[in-house]
Nanobody
């Protein structure tokens, strides 16, 4: 089992920045990919960014590319999502996810943002961006 705990989100005005963190604990070797997803009210959960924990490959959703960055601190089993130039449409519940996923599954970008590929999920943290 892998436990994921996200940091508290927050509320910012459009154009502002927030940083989320996700700490993994438990059998952390049971994951080779981690990701951030988000879900706005009435909408499906969508992938934001994924990261391969054993390498450097990252995949960003087009909606956040150039504004969001992801980093990791392996010593702390933590990944960070830095969100800049936030827009009202970024308002959502943000979820950290992790999984032990065959690399072949992740060769296509769509695999990175398929929630079904991830076995473990955090509880979610709310991000609200006001105009």
């Amino acid at each position: 089992q892998v436990q994921l705990v996200e940091s508290v989100g927050g509320s910012v005005q459009a154009g502002g920045s927030l940083r989320l963190s996700c700490v993994a604990s438990g059998k952390t070797y049971n994951r080779n990919f981690m990701a951030w997803f988000r879900q706005a009210p009435g909408k499906e959960r969508e992938g934001v960014v994924s990261i391969y924990t054993s390498g450097r490959r990252t995949v960003f959703a087009s909606s956040v590319k150039g504004r969001f960055t992801i980093s990791r601190d392996d010593a702390k089993n933590t990944i960070y999502l830095q969100m800049n130039s936030l827009k009202p449409e970024d308002t959502a519940m943000y979820y950290c996810a992790a999984g032990l996923i065959p690399p072949l599954t992740m060769e296509a970008e769509a695999g990175h943002f398929d929630p079904g590929n991830y076995n473990y999920w955090g509880q979610g943290t709310q991000v609200t961006v006001s105009s």
